[in-house]
């Protein structure tokens, strides 16, 4: 079983819609948690960091249920400049912050 | 802007050849980590650096390997390239006086690297 598991893609939604990404993860000793964003052939960019209490920016939503080790990002009104692949990110206790990245979900926008 | 730059940005090689990447970063960052990026995947840590001792790897075989300088910038090497080397390398330093708050890692552009 992979650490981080993500939901598969691609995701094609028109522009304005509300998408939402899934992520579990298999060691409850994971520490902190990210969403990144990447861009075709580009680093992956560092989105959002995911808090215990959820937390948001702007029209990004990210939640996080350590109980049930499952990670989301909500992302409403979608932009054309939205497209990306959304990866999911956690790190684990005493690991020197190595990132463990799950595959990645690919979001297209369309008009 | 990170302040990291890695070169080159695309490389051809063929099987069995090596290669060495770099990376290089603004002062502070004692630390730096690489990862292997093949295509449709997440990266992969491969190793950490830290103050010049490697400090961490992944599942990866002994010939990928790294160097750290006393000026903050850093080689991966692979040894014998095989065709499913061909990946996005990707540099994360981080440390005091550079990086993110808590664990979160900025990476550089990358190298692509191609085996053929």
Known sequence: RKEVEQDPGPFNVPEGATVAFNCTYSNSASQSFFWYRQDCRKEPKLLMSVYSSGNEDGRFTAQLNRASQYISLLIRDSKLSDSATYLCVVTQYNQGGKLIFGQGTELSVKP | ?116
């Open chain 2, 1 to 116: 802007e990170t302040g990291v730059t890695q070169s080159p940005t695309h490389l051809i090689k063929t099987r069995g050849q090596q290669v060495t990447l770099r990376c290089s970063s603004q002062s502070g960052h004692n630390t730096v980590s690489w990862y292997q990026q093949a295509l449709g995947q997440g990266p992969q840590f491969i190793f950490q650096y830290y103050r010049e001792e490697e400090n961490g790897r992944g599942n990866f075989p002994p010939r990928f390997s790294g160097l750290q300088f006393p000026n903050y910038s850093s080689e991966l090497n692979v040894n014998a390239l095989e065709l499913d080397d061909s990946a996005l390398y990707l540099c994360a330093p981080s440390g005091r006086g550079g990086g993110g708050d808590g664990d979160e890692q900025f990476f550089g552009p990358g190298t692509r690297l191609t085996v053929l």
